[in-house]
């Protein structure tokens, strides 16, 4: 099949950081839009911060309703390729594509119609509350952007092809990081100067991805991006991508609970240290999901070429580089927390209280690791029901545990404690469930 990368031969390590790296830095890329436009929002002060930080897990909500269709992808197309079934594997690429259009469509209307009640739930001051609808009526105009170039990712990655999504996403990140100080500052648009620098971004972005596959590339000897629908395609790409976007969605539904508790026990100071605090500790998580998607494509094809030595060895390795990131990252915000997100936020309220945060979901950051690798694993072998339960289950408790932990006296720390014990428990359960898993799968 044109264009692809047979992982199921060759030194796997090296395969495994030529596919990480690249990934990683895409996911960096698109954590920096976000963290681009706080950045520079910042500037304006901590109420600006939080109108947007309020739309943001939002967004966020958005790109784990699109996992649908990347993980889709990855699983599906990087099976379909470890089968050598190129006919399959062009197949599920376009229903995949047709699916993420169809599906950030319906979402965007919706969030764009109901954007006043939406964002009322935070219950905000009338002037944040303000900036905040017109921030999310602009970029949810551009969620379809982000579903497909989530999906053109995955089938990329699937295809051992990781580079492409970087160099694409990094040419988006760079427009952003131009237009976001141009449209915020130099025009006086504020807010939403940042909300049109990143659709103008994204958009770009899809459009590259296009021209990349129709006149430089033919990744599996060419496919067409939208098809009429077949049940056996549609119903094996919900079966693998919809409990990941579910427990994705769940989370990001999750942390708008906690978002609206942090503003009631902190004001727009608590909500903008959960929002801006949760942009940085993303760089942890980027970096352990760049190991962790490229652990489920190598994956993917080596089990469905029956390579299983080839997958144990992939997962020991991955596990290993994990561990030591997970400890460098316990270290850095447990004694700088406050240096790091006074990088973001420079009010001296806002980066006091953002240390305090950062100190404690630190003490979880290797526990996080553990959990996002045991992910990738479970998930290159087609099974993604484990992740979704262990992730549910204890993001749900985070709710009836942050307003337990703040009514017996810890107030707004209450919620970071909260955040931070239910990172640890997923971390242990994912990986005492694979062990359990281990004989039958491998």
């Known amino acids: ?18 596919l990480a790296l690249p990934i990683m830095g895409t996911s960096f890329i698109q954590m920096a839009y976000s963290l681009t436009d706080m950045a520079w929002v910042g500037r304006l002060g901590s109420e600006a911060v939080a109108s947007i930080g309020a739309v943001g897990i939002l967004t966020w909500m958005t790109t784990s309703i699109s996992l649908l269709n990347k993980v889709g992808s990855e699983v599906s197309v990087g099976q379909s390729i470890g089968a050598q079934n190129a006919d399959d594997a062009r197949n599920f690429a376009s229903h995949n594509l047709t699916i993420a259009l169809i599906i950030s469509v319906c979402w965007g209307l919706i969030l764009f119609l109901f954007a006043n009640p939406v964002i009322g739930f935070y219950k905000l001051d009338a002037p944040i509350a303000a900036r905040s609808v017109e921030y999310l009526r602009i970029v ?9 170039a989530s999906a053109f990712t995955g089938i990329h990655n699937a295809a051992g092809r990781s580079k492409v999504p970087f160099y694409i996403s990094g040419a988006g990140l760079l427009l952003n990081m131009i237009l976001d100080p141009l449209f915020i500052l130099g025009f006086g648009w504020g807010t939403a100067g940042a909300a049109w620098a990143t659709w103008i971004s994204e958009a770009t972005v899809v459009a590259v991805f296009v021209f990349q596959l129709k006149k430089r590339s033919r990744l599996l000897d060419g496919f067409p991006f939208f098809v009429k629908l077949k049940g056996f395609y549609t119903k094996r790409i919900f079966q693998l991508g919809l409990p990941v976007a579910m427990l994705n969605t769940f989370f990001a539904i999750i942390n708008l609970f906690m978002a609206r508790t942090a503003s009631t026990y902190g004001g727009h100071i608590g ?10 500790e993303a760089i942890a998580w980027n970096t352990s999901q760049g190991f962790s998607t490229a652990l489920s494509a190598f994956v993917a094809q080596n089990y469905a070429a029956k ?44 980066y006091e209280a953002g240390g305090i945060f950062l100190r404690i979901d630190g003490y979880s950051m290797l526990f996080m690791m553990l959990e996002i690798t045991m992910q990738g694993l479970f998930y290159g072998t087609g099974r993604t029901v484990p992740p979704a339960i262990i992730s549910i289950t204890f993001n749900t408790l985070r709710v009836p545990m942050a307003i337990g932990l703040t009514a017996l006296g810890l107030g707004i720390a209450g919620v970071w404690w909260a955040i931070s014990i239910s990172s640890m428990l997923k971390g242990v359960i994912a990986f005492i469930w694979f062990r359990i898993l281990q004989k039958r799968i491998l």
């Not at 099949?1 to 030529?18: A, H, S, V, W």
């Not at 400890?327 to 936020?345: A, D, M, P, Q, R």
Request: proline share 4%; glycine share 8%; aromatic share 14%.
């Open 1 to 18: 099949m044109q264009g692809t990368k047979n992982l199921t031969k060759g030194p796997i390590t090296r395969q495994l950081f030529d």
């Open 271 to 280: 909500l903008m240290t959960l929002t801006a605090g949760g942009q940085i």
């Open 140 to 148: 949810s105009t551009a969620f379809p952007f982000i579903f497909l």
């Open 307 to 350: 390579c299983k030595e080839r997958v144990i060895s992939a997962y020991h390795t991955i596990l290993k580089m994990t561990t030591v990131f997970g400890i460098f990252c316990t270290l850095l915000f447990v004694f700088y927390g406050s240096e790091v997100f006074s990088l973001i936020v420079p009010e001296q309220a806002a």
